[in-house]
């Protein structure tokens, strides 16, 4: 029998594309272990057979247990891991990235690491929150002013909207209840959004740090993801479940954001926005890899990529190596 460790490794030409993959599973309170290419989900009511190339993330919650060999087969055919919350909700760890091309974190390097394209990139930010305004002339103290007044303008729609009380927003740090009910929907909802951002970011093999509007926190580039659809989707959804009822106010919120997430395909527009802020439409350098390549290059003098594999030392031995170490 031909062992994990004697198969040849896969390439991305042997896997299922990730549009054709189902976008998430999700367990909780099971043993997961492997069975050939599949994974089987075990608990109280039997064994579940889940093909691993057909998962696109797998959402480890609470009580689940899952094996080594399992986890060799998830890697081997390409599928995200993520240790999550109940329902989904909040984002703990991530296993790999569903990419195996640099091309996204490369670009969000380059661009974070010059100010000029740094503010270009926040500028694109906030151009998607005010599709029908002219921001070029604005400074940034400007920028954070206008997305203020935004945020503020869209308390009030909602209050009105739903007839839920708008007394400010009030929260306070490790201290959930210290906050009417639709600052805890608020509240609830923010956290959510952010374990999606952080999810997808993570997912493209973005660094979560390098952030073009926030700075300094780890999630910062989270923190901005999340932020461009926080007046369209998360205060929406948090005033109307403080409308429907004061209690249980933050695991209804949950539940409802998952419904409207699923409705408005977020996690798409997520992966959309991400590649068109960061990636020219021609790619770095006219040779950006296409993130379902397996493209390796070395970096070579005045900025040049030159094929990886190859001795470049002169006249010492071949210059193919065949042998990937």
């Known amino acids: ?9 896969l ?9 054709e993959r189902l976008s998430f599973i999700y367990l909780e309170r099971c043993l997961i272990h492997r069975d050939a290419n599949a994974i089987t989900a075990e608990d109280a009511d039997g064994t579940t057979h889940i093909p691993s190339a057909t998962i696109g993330t ?6 689940t247990r899952i094996t080594h060999q399992a986890m060799s087969v998830l890697g081997e055919t390409g599928a995200a891991v993520a240790w999550v919350g109940e329902h989904g909700v909040r984002y703990y760890a991530g296993g790999r990235a569903l990419t195996r091309s640099a091309a996204l974190a490369e670009a969000q390097a380059a661009k ?4 000029r394209t740094r503010l270009a990139v926040a500028r694109a930010m906030y151009a998607l929150r005010f599709p029908d305004e002219d921001l070029a ?14 945020v503020k ?9 739903t007839g839920v009380p708008w007394r400010g927003r009030r929260y306070t740090p490790g201290d959930f209840t210290s906050g009417d009910a639709v600052n805890q929907a608020i509240t609830a909802a923010a956290q959510c959004m ?13 660094s979560p740090a390098l952030g073009f509007v926030h700075s300094g926190h780890e999630l910062s580039f989270v923190l901005d993801i999340a932020d461009l659809y926080k007046t369209e989707i998360g205060i ?22 998952r419904d409207r997430i699923n409705q408005t395909s977020l996690l798409d527009r997520c992966v959309d926005d991400i590649k068109a802020l960061l990636l020219p439409t021609t790619g770095d350098r006219g040779t950006a890899a296409h993130p379902d390549t397996d493209l390796v290059v070395l970096h070579s003098d005045g900025g040049r990529a030159v094929s990886a594999g190859r001795n470049y030392a002169e006249n010492d031995g071949p210059d193919v190596d065949e042998v990937p170490w």
């Open 11 to 19: 390439t991305p030409r042997h896997l299922t594309r990730t549009g």
């Open 236 to 257: 929406p959804v948090a005033f109307d479940v403080a409308a429907a009822d004061d209690a249980d106010v933050g695991a209804r919120t949950r539940r409802a954001l």
């Open 153 to 161: 303008d869209c308390y009030r729609e909602h209050s009105a909207r």
């Open 137 to 150: 002339g604005l400074t940034r103290q400007e920028l954070l002013g206008r997305e203020g007044r935004r």
């Open 58 to 63: 797998l959402l480890l919650s609470p009580g």
């Open 194 to 206: 952010y374990g999606i951002a952080h999810a997808v970011v993570s997912s493209l093999a973005c």
């Open 112 to 115: 974070w690491a010059n100010p």
């Open 1 to 9: 029998m031909t062992t994990v460790g004697r198969r040849p490794a």
